[in-house]
């Protein structure tokens, strides 16, 4: 009896290991009513390309089935009708006398708060969810990987429960829409997890990261956003993943990366995706080469791949209801799947906007370039939004603390100078640092004036400005003590700290005098359509004063923005900006609350500021 049960056992066993298995179905599920009527299914289990495939659901037709070159996949190509109602659908795979059958569900489509977009009426502020703020500490060790505030390159616990937890204060700080670094998994274990902690090497496109939270945290917090009126926009990667995505270690396809049999690195010269001159191996460089080791390059030209990104930012903006999306590396990315990316999520959201990370800091015209209905590229992008790193460069180089050169206001003049190379100026993101460059205000300042200046003139001139989280309370750091020192631990966020500058008292005076300041001018922004939608007129800041001067006008509302770059009090005639000011004999100054005779000359302190509504 012994003999023969031991023999059944492995009968039983034998059976088993013989079972057809899909380890991965993605995306889980889908929606009925979507204006894209086809899905992609990609199937992952052994040996499943070698099964039959059979479904009944009304409304639902099988497509296409396409395998690949690796018998572990399939791609099934769904068409969904317009009356098709949610349900559950019975997938049937068989082989031979195996049989698997799975469930997938289509869902009615969500009627929550989401999809709006966002635009230059809006004030992204941007966290680095990992730097911000720890709200569970439960999760903060996962795949063996502990947190170490003391490193800056590892992981220090912030988590979406921590951003869920300050939700309040950025609402009352003024901001209107949260920009979050990737906050899907990015399971990088060493020697690469130092790498990992920003969020740019994911592991998984469906997964939040679990060190963060989990995707129904996730959705919850972007509710809780929605219902203090403000906006969630998702950091999305498109150009590569990380080394140690699950399907490394079995590729769909022969194809599925740029390089595929190993790193090469990418040349960085973006401009020959534009260079009218560059042969086809020199964009190939710089497009098909990837970042580091660690962060291979994909490849968009794959349809299967291309349909699989494509799916997979709808799938975000369904199920978590996200308002916007900024796309690192924009121009790294293959051309033409970038314009047919753009133009799907817009077709199936109409409001919604992505930003392209597209790093140009000489001209205009090469930012231009990337936005759609560009009047200097002949090909369509469909990019409704580029980031401004043209400005941010040149008011840095203009602005910096150490420089003994005259006339700063000069050099930020010459580039709004050049906005006639934009289709629409309304949607450039404008921004003066962020998670990848130095901080503004430098750790050796003693006085907030250059500050105040740049906050003045990044939240009254053209575009959808930009903050990096600290910001209001003056925190630095330089990328030359390592992109580490770019993303400090934001003071309060962890239990224990020694100061919370989330409060008044937790701040020092020089902090509570930066974020109010900033406070200020962000309630007030919202008040005044000029500063989102009014047409902007400059004057060229003269050698002599030092000042430059604009005004913003949308219908009844106006205002005048004098920003004083010089180290004396100046004295301005009102009589030159006549055109602007028209017959108003006075304003009322936002910051201090000052009225400002429009009637005489206008005396501005050294560094000063004024922001008149004209009366």
Known sequence: MKKRFIILLLFAFSLSAAAMEITRMEPAFWWVGMKNSELQIMVYGKDIARSEFQFEYPGVHLKEIVKTDNPNYLFIYLEIGKETQPGLIKFIFTEGK???????????????????????????????????????????????EAIDRNESFTRHGGDLAGINAKLDYLSDLGVTAIWLNPVLENKMNSPEKYKSYHGYAITDYYQVDKRLGTNEEYRQMIENIHQRGMKIVMDMIFNHCGNRHWWMNDFPCKDWLNHQDGFVPTSHNLYTVMDIHAPQSEIDAATDGWFVPSMPDLNQRNPLLA?????????????????????????????????????????????????GESWYTIGAPPLAWWQRNSKVNTKQTNLKTVMDFYLMTAYNEAFDIHSTGNNPWRKVYEVIAQDFAYEDINNVLIFFDNHDTNRFLKADETDLNRYKQALAFLLTTRGIPQLYYGTEIGMTGEKKDGDGNLRKDFPGGWTGDPADAFTAAGRTAFQNEAHDYLQKLLQWRKTNPAVAKGKLIHYAPDWETECYVYARIYNDNKILVILNGSNKEQLLSPEKYREVIEDTGSGKEIISGKTIDLKKEINIAAKGVYIIELK
């Open 98 to 144: 195996k049989k698997l059958t799975k469930t997938y569900e289509l869902k009615a489509r969500s009627t929550a708060i989401g999809a709006q977009g966002f635009d230059s009426s809006d004030v992204l502020y941007l966290i680095m969810p990992d730097r911000f703020a720890n709200g569970d500490t439960s999760n903060d060790v996962w795949d063996d």
């Open 307 to 355: 349909d699989y990104l494509i799916q997979n930012s709808i799938w975000w903006i369904e199920y978590a209801r996200i308002d916007g999306i900024r796309h690192d590396t924009h121009p790294y990315v293959d051309f033409d799947f970038l314009s047919q990316w753009c133009n799907r999520v817009q077709e199936e959201y109409p409001d919604f906007n992505i930003v």
